[in-house]
């Protein structure tokens, strides 16, 4: 999937008592582009064909707050 948009945002979800922790990624319409675990982001991202953004994820999820929106 070619993904021709100008803005993109992650966002990181709390998980459960069971449920794992969750990272969301977002277009600029804020169309769900890819959802993926925040323990396995490499994993989420290639199968989504974003793993461009792997390094990027993994700098920005151990200090993204749960329920923040940024801008990558």
Do not use: C, S, W
């Given at each position: 999937?070619?993904?021709?948009?100008?803005?993109?945002?992650i966002?990181?979800?709390?998980?459960?008592h069971k449920?794992?922790?969750?990272?969301?990624?977002?277009?600029?319409?804020?169309?769900?582009?890819?959802?993926?675990?925040?323990?396995?982001p490499?994993?989420?991202?290639?199968?989504?064909?974003?793993?461009?953004?792997?390094?990027?994820?993994?700098?920005?999820?151990?200090?993204?707050?749960?329920?923040?929106?940024?801008?990558?």
């Amino acid at each position: 999937m070619k993904l021709n948009r100008q803005q993109m945002y992650i966002l990181k979800i709390k998980g459960g008592h069971k449920i794992p922790d969750y990272v969301q990624f977002r277009d600029d319409n804020f169309t769900l582009i890819a959802y993926f675990r925040a323990d396995k982001p490499r994993e989420g991202l290639e199968k989504f064909n974003l793993i461009q953004y792997a390094d990027l994820v993994e700098k920005t999820l151990p200090v993204l707050a749960f329920g923040e929106l940024k801008k990558i």
